[in-house]
């Protein structure tokens, strides 16, 4: 397996112990399956598009079966320097005064980690008050804006009637500015139209 998480020419002498297996495995069923008739053989069709998310979970599993076999091959490469460290401290005879300071240290370190732990779930307490209260604060601000803007839509303004007047007057007058715009592009044609023709005669 060392070969193998090596990656390198040698894993592929490995892998062909595998695969030829398979390979043969592969061709025994296929000689079994050409002896079946036509309706049993479409039983065993294989659909690739209903299958794209498990490939991409076996590329994504391949990837990271890769990089963990890189990372065991690392751990394995440092055994023997790490071996000959445990042996040495196994070896080395326990004096209670280190064990006792180190345990001291470590209980130390881990009361403080508690402490700041302790600090924090407090300002998200804190933090939480504050956040409900804002949020408190701008509803009720929502809630007069939205009395308020009731207000405003049910209250008419003194000037509307003089501006509905003058809306209706401005759409009549815009009517008859469309039809003589009309009437003057129809009579800018004709007129344009005569002078052709008179040209054309003289001519």
Same mark, same amino acid.
Request: glycine share 4%.
């Given at each position: 397996?060392?070969?193998?998480?090596?990656?390198d020419g040698h894993a @592929?002498k +490995?892998?062909? !112990?595998?695969?030829? @297996?398979?390979?043969g495995a592969?061709?025994?069923?296929?000689?079994?399956?050409?002896?079946?008739p036509?309706e049993?053989?479409? !039983?065993?069709?294989?659909? #690739?598009?209903?299958?794209?998310?498990?490939? !991409?979970?076996?590329?994504? #599993?391949?990837?990271e079966?890769?990089?963990?076999g890189? @990372?065991?091959?690392? #751990?394995?490469?440092?055994?023997?320097?790490?071996?000959?460290?445990?042996?040495?401290?196994l070896?080395?005879?326990?004096?209670?005064?280190?064990a006792?300071?180190?345990?001291?240290?470590?209980?130390?370190?881990?009361?403080?980690?508690? *402490?700041?732990?302790?600090?924090?779930?407090?300002?998200?307490?804190?933090?939480e008050?504050?956040?409900?209260?804002?949020?408190?604060?701008? !509803?009720? +601000?929502? +809630?007069?804006?939205?009395? &308020?803007?009731?207000?405003?839509q049910? @209250?008419?303004p003194?000037?509307m009637?003089?501006?509905?007047?003058?809306?209706?007057?401005? *759409?009549r *007058?815009?009517?008859?500015y469309?039809?003589?715009? &009309?009437?003057?592009?129809?009579?800018?044609?004709?007129?344009?139209?005569h002078r052709?023709?008179?040209q054309e005669?003289?001519?």
């Amino acid at each position: 397996t060392k070969k193998l998480y090596q990656a390198d020419g040698h894993a @592929v002498k +490995e892998l062909l !112990k595998v695969t030829s @297996v398979l390979y043969g495995a592969m061709n025994t069923q296929g000689g079994e399956c050409a002896q079946l008739p036509e309706e049993d053989s479409t !039983k065993f069709k294989f659909d #690739l598009g209903s299958k794209i998310a498990d490939l !991409k979970a076996a590329r994504q #599993l391949a990837s990271e079966i890769t990089s963990k076999g890189a @990372v065991l091959y690392d #751990l394995l490469g440092k055994e023997v320097e790490l071996r000959e460290a445990r042996t040495e401290s196994l070896g080395r005879p326990l004096e209670i005064n280190e064990a006792e300071k180190v345990m001291k240290i470590a209980i130390n370190s881990i009361l403080e980690e508690v *402490q700041k732990t302790k600090d924090m779930l407090n300002n998200v307490a804190l933090d939480e008050a504050n956040l409900e209260a804002k949020i408190e604060k701008r !509803k009720l +601000e929502l +809630e007069r804006s939205q009395k &308020r803007l009731q207000t405003l839509q049910s @209250v008419r303004p003194a000037f509307m009637d003089e501006y509905e007047k003058i809306e209706e007057q401005l *759409q009549r *007058q815009y009517s008859t500015y469309l039809e003589k715009f &009309r009437n003057l592009t129809y009579m800018e044609q004709l007129l344009d139209d005569h002078r052709r023709t008179e040209q054309e005669m003289f001519e």
